[in-house]
């Protein structure tokens, strides 16, 4: 449902156009330095500005409600509040009806018998990255030691970022949106974290980036190349007492568990589905096929603010990979 | 750990030279019918015997312990024994102070402190899939309706079926061996399953499909694909009231839901980390780099065997999903 | 941790003397009318006010922050939270130093490595039943059919309602404080909730119900009578088709399956830890023994208030063990 | 369901009948000393034979399946199993029109829609409790340092150790079946183990203890005593810096976290539900009241073979308490 993780564990709740969103944060280890403040880096990273992001600005001011005394977290469970400000809700009023292609609007609709939050997508809306941006800062605190970096690597099929902004605006201009492709790395990971089977590295940190909308695949190391290559030229040797390998192929995993070596996976975003340019959809009332004209505020290219969310994706399956594996 | 899902949860123990591996399964409806013969025709197809796999040969006869009477389930829990009968451990005696790059060794021995089973692999091996696959027939009893199917895509980055044989025979005569491609395809899945946020159809199959050795990505629908594509070109317009979309960019999910298409996805497999041919590694005793020349049995292309192990996840997240929609 | 159950998850946050507490419910069925005011009844019955109950006041306004659209449930968590208002914390500032008897103020230092905040009791505040209660509610509503009451049995060992009020107006005057019993019933619950071996019916509403503070034991039907009955006497035949027994000494669960008869339990409150008296106590700085006079506002009998929460306990394990049972 | 556990997990399987039961134990640290023949000292004590047990004799000879490799932990999941042997299942073939009062046969009927393995009360049976003891003594082993023990202090109302066997044989001779009560003590946890609210160190004990059939009611400390006491009388004043009481009314938990000081709780058995005299039970094939006189072998005082089953429980959730404190 909407907790993840086994000693350090988020819940997640929260709507777009509701009184907010936010996050609760178990297991945090007592006497971690935490300030409101130290979360508006990530924050900032996330919001909104660039060309092709959405027009809509929200302060994103995050409120800790509890789990923090005398500027240290305390051990109790954390818990962090972001109030919505800025919604223009009428523009979603015709969404009932006219279900947005490839969004969750009818299938919330379905799961939820009719009683789901639709305006801007409710609780399957994108701003809930927010709360996990914000667990994130928490989870990277937890990790001391580690550094999680991400980088852009392609925005609809360009791989020079001087021409990521290029390709965002001809896709504006056209009304219509672009995929990309992001890579998160961790370095400084020990060895040993991750669980044999179930619970290896690589499930765990899969398992919340699939969480974050508009992902649709996820590779470790080489990935998908690693189908077309031979063992002799895939295969990693150890080269230190430390478990140092000269190529990082496996991304930083084997087995399940962290090698030592810097985890490195890449993300595709898909192109955000919701375009200006008319569509066509079912019209849920009368059964007919119907033109679609999407209004609300709207990124053309969600990939542009994923890199900070999926590092927090990385940090919280990290940091709860590191608390548990604390338990052996 | 080694247990997987909330409403119909696996527990997978084992080892490839010990006594043997299996199954606990909890969470299975009562009522299902079921004999150790129905597991037998997936077990058979995950069986080695195919040029390019390994020369192990294991009756792989499932004892059902627990769970069932007058052939059909009981609602407790169902317990499936598999025991080992041809080992040759002698053959793993020198990966103690002589780790296999790309393999479990080394991980396993600093987590747990030199007191892993290294046998085979020990509870890291592939032999594990077995108990996957025999839970697999269980899940997909549960999924009654549910048609779920794999097909190899890639081996070795060969494309045409007709060619595979061709590409393992050039990687075993070359001491080698060579990853692939494997989709899989669920069809008669509901409209509904998936929970919003950190449980959501994919992050829950993706969970179950990286608990897979060898695998190294995933995507779904669409997948990396996505990454270069337009919204116009990506989204899914709804075409019924049934959910039906013309195209299925979605891959059978949209804002972690069911939607009621096909659920569609591939999965990277790596080449097999145990080649014939001599390789270096650290030397663990003596701190230098050792010529390692690996004994053992040993598949050159697991990504033949993985189909049904990677409908077997698919299965077991699938059902676990459903069995919790029902709670809503 | 601070989350309890399987597919109705209650996760609680807060403090005594902070920002506030609340809870966060996930799995809330969709569609269920809710508002604020919903949840004065049994927040009310919760409130201080009668003689021996703290004077501290509080206006305990919950806000609902998400999961309520239109007036109803929509199937995404439901967050409720509640602001401190009447907070005096200078009257907490000698117990880093002289931890209070039979209290958390000493274990929760040692735990958190003295960052647990102290002021009230911090999170281990008997406050944070607020947020149980608030979540109770909603478990009522959930559990639409099932009626749960409560009364008082006994306070200091006095069994007649009548003499409640002077057997604490006796405590309060010596500075001292009384325990009570109180038993809660749960009519109309079905026959097959609870699960076999670890969930049973009676595992899961113990848990709850330790997790409220100050309580010392739990008995189900005949409970303790049982270990001096003999089993011709103990035992309740079966009466009719739907299960109903002469007697109830089972307290309507069997084999840890409720079976349709009415659930009954009582449980056992200790007197309040924080009494007027001095009291000694161990100086964490000197290492000697210094008399301790507890300042702050603090109940003399908590049973008074305990009804409504270990209602609300009983509301929120019997919600989960019915959303689960339908999993079967 | 048939889990229990957060860092140290337990799952059960089997039935009384059926080929076996055993236990997977997941999270066991690796390198702990451990053989088959570790196992039997409690397996012996939980075994039949005094006067009053059932006459069912079983060999009760543990199979170590995974998780053992050169005598030590290998920190993979740990199987044990134990075959059936001797099984008269013909005695319980009446049960199924006739179900027995007080037992699971009736609620196990309807909530498996009459698929249960109703032989020896199938998954229900106490024989289960044979797993729970092979699990604690791993568990006991995981908490090294600690010594629990446990002593019955009643056995139908007798208290007098040297009259127990009276009171039995008077059970007996009536056709009868006796209750008893229970006490257990755990020495040397140290301070901190238990988690804020939900996983309260009494919560999670009495979750385990409230597993185990028979039982009724559980209390700690001074326990339903604490309702008549007051603060002043009940408070624990802490006496040394290692947190040592005095008294120790709190039975070693306060605020849910275990204060160095002994654990001691104690345990209502009810009397065995099986008698062999004549009872009425419902006939469910005619809707009449039958007169059912019960076959098969049973105890006529479970509680005489409860102690060790009781210590089992509370190790298992120690042990799991023990390894999610390192994670803070």
């Known amino acids: 449902m909407n907790s993840f993780g086994r000693n350090f564990r988020v819940s997640i709740f929260g709507e777009s156009h509701g009184v907010g969103l936010g996050v609760v944060i178990d297991g945090v280890p007592a006497g971690i330095p935490l300030a409101g403040a130290d979360l508006m880096a990530d924050i900032d990273r996330r919001r909104s500005g660039a060309r092709g992001t959405t027009p809509r600005k929200e302060a994103d001011l995050p409120e800790i ?4 005394f005398n500027d240290h977290t305390t051990g109790a469970p954390l818990t962090i509040l972001f109030r919505n400000e800025n919604t223009i809700s009428n523009d979603y009023r015709n969404l009932v009806t006219h279900p947005r292609p490839s969004h969750a609007d009818w299938v919330a609709g379905q ?8 305006r801007g997508g409710g609780h399957f809306s994108g701003r ?6 914000a667990a994130g800062v928490v989870a990277k605190k937890v990790l001391d030691g580690v550094a999680i970096s991400s980088r852009i690597l392609e925005i609809g099929g360009c791989t020079d970022p001087a021409g990521f902004a290029d390709v965002v ?3 504006l201009r056209s009304h219509d949106s672009v ?4 890579e998160v790395r961790a370095e400084g990971v020990a060895v040993g974290w991750g669980e044999p089977f179930f619970d290896s590295a690589e499930a765990c940190i899969s398992h919340m980036v699939f969480s974050v909308p508009a992902v649709r695949g996820i590779e470790f190391g080489t990935g998908f190349a690693a189908a077309r290559m031979r063992g002799s030229e895939h295969n990693d040797p150890i080269a230190d ?3 140092h390998t000269a190529t990082n192929h496996a991304g ?3 087995g399940g568990i962290t ?21 066509q959809t079912f019209n849920t009332e009368t059964g007919g096929i119907d033109e679609l004209r999407i209004r609300g505020r709207h990124d053309a290219c969600i990939a542009l603010r994923a890199p900070v969310v999926l590092e927090a994706a990385a940090a919280i399956a990290l940091a709860d990979l590191k608390l548990t594996a604390r338990t052996r």
Not at 179 to 182: R, Y
Request: proline letters at 6%.
């Open 65 to 68: 409600v509890s789990g923090l």
């Open 128 to 133: 809930l990255t927010l709360a996990l941006v």
């Open 169 to 171: 605006e001809a896709a």
């Open 259 to 279: 090698n030592g070596n810097p985890i490195v996976f890449r993300v595709a975003m898909k192109p955000t589905a919701s375009i200006a340019a008319p569509q």
């Open 111 to 118: 799961k939820f018998g009719g009683w789901a939050d639709y």
């Open 241 to 243: 007492a430390s478990g």
């Open 252 to 254: 930083g995993v084997v």
């Open 179 to 182: 995929g990309g492709l992001v």
